[in-house]
């Protein structure tokens, strides 16, 4: 089975999809480490990559690129991005689409506690930081795509992780997969 996390920054899911990875040995793609991997590559911040991404596209289709190749081309997979889900409807992708969303509050504080496991994202202002690139990101995919991210009409599960731990998050997760696997 092909399973998609989204979810704005902040949110948990690449929290829970390590947990759901690991519990149910799926391989595990993340979108946000291969893009960190790019702006390190390129000895910029992460801000500063989507700012370029903002001016061309050819960084946003890169990563989607290698993303639709691994939905297309492996099973047991577990892809978390923020298109994610979206790339398998666009493409026409059987997955089971899954979003995970947080109060802009959690998030934040999500962001703040893994500071320093992503000190490239440090700056000053947290807030409109991660304000900003939301913003950036929902331009550039309406742009790209013609989508509106923050629409979830197309996901099998939308979960608020706002008040739950990741692995009370997860167990809904794997509740909604194993319901899926025996309907299938």
């Known amino acids: 089975m092909r399973v998609t996390i989204s979810g704005p920054p902040g949110s948990g899911k690449t929290t829970v999809a390590e947990i759901v990875g690991n519990r149910m040995s799926y391989e595990l793609v993340t979108g946000g480490k291969i893009f960190r991997e790019k702006a390190n590559e390129m000895n910029i911040s992460l801000a500063e990559l989507g700012t370029e991404a903002e001016k061309d596209g050819k960084y946003d289709k890169m990563l989607d690129g290698f993303l639709l190749d691994v939905l297309r081309n492996r099973e047991n997979v577990i892809v978390e991005s923020r298109l994610s889900g979206w790339l398998c409807r666009l493409n026409g992708i059987d997955a089971f689409k899954i979003f995970v969303d947080a109060s802009e509050e ?3 504080e999500r962001i703040k ?9 440090m ?3 947290l807030l409109s930081q991660m304000r900003e690139r939301e913003e950036s990101e929902w331009e550039r995919y309406k742009k790209y795509y013609g989508i509106d991210y923050r629409d979830t009409s197309i996901y099998d599960l939308v979960v608020d992780a706002s008040y739950d731990s990741a692995e009370e998050v997860a167990e809904v997760i794997i509740s909604g997969l194993n319901l899926r696997e025996r309907t299938s």
């Open 123 to 125: 700056g000053d202002n």
């Open 113 to 121: 506690n893994s500071i320093i496991h992503r000190k490239e994202e």
């Open 106 to 108: 959690v998030r934040l």
